[in-house]
Antibody, heavy 116, light 110 residues
Framework: EVQLVESGGGLVKPGGSLRLSCAASGFSFSYYNMNWVRQAPGKGLEWVSS????????YYADSVKGRLTISRDNAKKSLYLQMNSLRAEDTAVYYC?????????WGQGTLVTVSS | QTVVTQEPSFSVSPGGTVTLTCGLR?????????PSWYQQTPGQAPRTLIYSTNIRSSGVPDRFSGSIVGNKAALSITGAQADDESDYYCVLFMGGGSWVFGGGTKLTVL
């Protein structure tokens, strides 16, 4: 069974940093592109970032470019999101999602709250 | 800035058929945008229904189907059931590795 388990969320002050992790199991992690998608409270989904299976290709939404960094460790079957210079508008549930062409398998998400 | 449009809300009677759409404020949606659809109930993670216009994700019943209708992507639900009451999101591939979600449609079954 495919499992994606996010962790690392929490409360952080504006300008602070946080690192999210997504632990994968039940499939060959190194074969799949991976993604982060977020959802602000009461709002819709927003694509954040994608990384290719090897890590060679990385893409970001304009809203996070230069502040959020996606990475992966295929040996550890893990996906990461380093979040720096956080703003109130980054407050959201962050979902890890496997796949491409829109065929996503989703984790349950981790909540990041940016507030003083 | 690319804006993907969806109906904010829709209602359908139990057993009825509903078609939700996904468009572009400027331009037409084609299969080249790999339109995909997701279902989400409150407090839950999204669930993939349809990807690449019309391919059902694993385990999705054939009551759900995707297509292009006119200049928009469409998600049709036939034989609507009470547990179809959810938020539905579409996403379009914009090239350069980026994707843009629509604002979502809140579907009521009553």
């Amino acid at each position: 069974e495919v499992q994606l388990v996010e962790s690392g969320g929490g409360l952080v002050k504006p300008g602070g940093s946080l690192r999210l992790s997504c632990a994968a199991s039940g499939f060959s992690f190194s074969y799949y592109n991976m993604n982060w998608v977020r959802q602000a409270p009461g709002k819709g989904l927003e694509w954040v970032s994608s990384i290719s299976s090897s890590g060679s290709y990385i893409y970001y939404a304009d809203s996070v470019k230069g502040r959020l960094t996606i990475s992966r460790d295929n040996a550890k079957k893990s996906l990461y999101l380093q979040m720096n210079s956080l703003r109130a508008e980054d407050t959201a549930v962050y979902y890890c999602a496997r796949g491409d062409s829109g065929d996503y398998q989703w984790g349950q998400g981790t909540l990041v709250t940016v507030s003083s | 800035q690319t804006v993907v449009t969806q109906e904010p809300s829709f209602s359908v009677s139990p057993g009825g058929t509903v078609t939700l759409t996904c468009g572009l404020r400027s331009g037409s949606v084609s299969p080249n945008y790999y339109p995909s659809w997701y279902q989400q109930t409150p407090g839950q993670a999204p669930r993939t229904l349809i990807y690449s216009t019309n391919i059902r994700s694993s385990g999705v019943p054939d009551r759900f189907s995707g297509s292009i209708v006119g200049n928009k992507a469409a998600l049709s639900i036939t034989g609507a059931q009470a547990d179809d009451e959810s938020d539905y999101y579409c996403v379009l591939f914009m090239g350069g590795g980026s994707w843009v979600f629509g604002g979502g449609t809140k579907l009521t079954v009553l």
